[in-house]
């Protein structure tokens, strides 16, 4: 290792690509427009690694305020690896989220080392992947009472503060706000009861967030969010959603839809599990930053 040449910096924001681009060659089917929004939950989280000026690591540590953190995008270029590059720039990212209870989601193969880092199982995510043709789900596509309609901003903020251990606010508004994004929530007179957001990425489109109150509004907000989409590509959506295990619902709904595991990762924190909703939580809006 050329530990004199090696030097871990913050990101300047146009370098946040280099991370995407990345965890798409890793498989991980990033969004189209993600690194703005994800620049603007922490300008300061993202940390890249050079060797001789050349990037050969990328980890994203975000700092939720001052008590809770989120690691993600921990990648180093595959020749680089197993030559201390990426302890270095974990460690770095570590170091930044000092005092915060840190949470991830570990791809299989990193969870033995994340538990050496401190990090206890919460849950496992598994992502979802299927094919949707909304015409053919049409009888099934109702809420159990309320509508399904564009996003009520003087309420949003509120119902999604519910399903995070921190305030970021700034990173749910450009999330819905994003190009190739459609976000709708489902209301019941001034009560919002569920809200799911859908985005292109390099291979169909991610659901996530998606929270809802029971089974059938969460599978009614999967087909108007892709019904949304159909109108603009003209044909059957292909649809990826990142559910909780521990919601038993959430993988009946995608598997009453067609659809079936792809991947999964390992929830896991340093500190104390957050208590959130996890019955109404049917997809999570991203491995990456929580």
Known sequence: M???NFVIRTMHKSEVDIAINWAAQEGWNPGDCDASSYYSADPNGFLIGLL???PIAVISAIKYGTTFGFIGFYIVKPEFRGLGYGYQIWQAAMTYLSGCNVG??????????????????AYRN????????????MCQSQ??????CEVDED????????FFPAQRTRFNHQWRAQANACALNLKKGDKICGYGVIRACQ???KIGPLYADCAQNAKALVLALVSEVEK???GPVTVFIDMPEQNSAAMAVAESLGMSVAFETARMYTGKFPDLPIGQTFGVASFEIG
């Open 155 to 162: 309420l949003i903020e509120d119902y999604e503060s519910q």
């Open 203 to 205: 291979t169909g489109y």
């Open 143 to 148: 809420p159990d009472s309320g509508t399904i």
């Open 126 to 137: 598994i992502r979802y992947e299927g094919v949707l043709e909304i015409s053919h789900y």
């Open 2 to 4: 050329d530990k004199d």
């Open 232 to 234: 603009s590509i003209a």
């Open 52 to 54: 001789n000026n050349q």
């Open 104 to 121: 991830l989601d570990g791809v299989v193969t990193q969870q033995d080392n994340y538990r050496k880092s401190g990090f206890e199982l």
